[in-house]
């Protein structure tokens, strides 16, 4: 019944090892340790399969490549100028839909938070 089980598993290992969004080349990059012959296109495949059934959701930014990651409730992405890694925060968001001019109805909120990640300020 599932497809490509053994990529697909490949893939969310990959992603919870990292703790953050990844592109699909990323993806492809981190994933050949786990299934060595593992190929970009095979990778390809398996997001937009996993995509279509929810397992992954897809970030798309102005200006950055896609990345995916597991559903999760919402919280929010900080992006380092310097290594362009994208991270997940667990902060809490602040609702800021509570102070929508009259008429407009909100369907959802992302707070992206710009700036030098922990690794990078170390580095400096
Ligand atoms: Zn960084």
Same mark, same amino acid.
């Given at each position: 019944m599932e497809r490509q089980t053994r990529q697909r598993q490949a893939i969310l290992d990959v992603l919870r090892k990292e703790k953050r969004p990844l592109t699909a080349e990323e993806i492809h990059q981190l994933g050949k340790a786990l299934v =060595?012959? /593992?190929g970009l296109t095979t990778v390809y495949r398996s997001i937009k399969d996993m995509l279509e059934d929810r397992d992954l959701v897809p970030l798309r930014y102005p200006g950055q490549p896609t990345r995916y990651e597991v559903p999760a409730p919402e919280h929010i992405h900080f992006i380092c100028n310097r290594c362009r890694r994208l991270y997940d925060l667990p902060l809490p968001q602040a609702d800021?839909? /509570?102070?929508? =001019?009259?008429?407009f109805v909100a369907e959802g909120q992302e707070l992206i938070i710009f700036g030098t990640c922990a690794e990078c300020s170390k580095n400096r």
């Amino acid at each position: 019944m599932e497809r490509q089980t053994r990529q697909r598993q490949a893939i969310l290992d990959v992603l919870r090892k990292e703790k953050r969004p990844l592109t699909a080349e990323e993806i492809h990059q981190l994933g050949k340790a786990l299934v =060595p012959r /593992l190929g970009l296109t095979t990778v390809y495949r398996s997001i937009k399969d996993m995509l279509e059934d929810r397992d992954l959701v897809p970030l798309r930014y102005p200006g950055q490549p896609t990345r995916y990651e597991v559903p999760a409730p919402e919280h929010i992405h900080f992006i380092c100028n310097r290594c362009r890694r994208l991270y997940d925060l667990p902060l809490p968001q602040a609702d800021v839909t /509570l102070h929508l =001019p009259d008429g407009f109805v909100a369907e959802g909120q992302e707070l992206i938070i710009f700036g030098t990640c922990a690794e990078c300020s170390k580095n400096r």
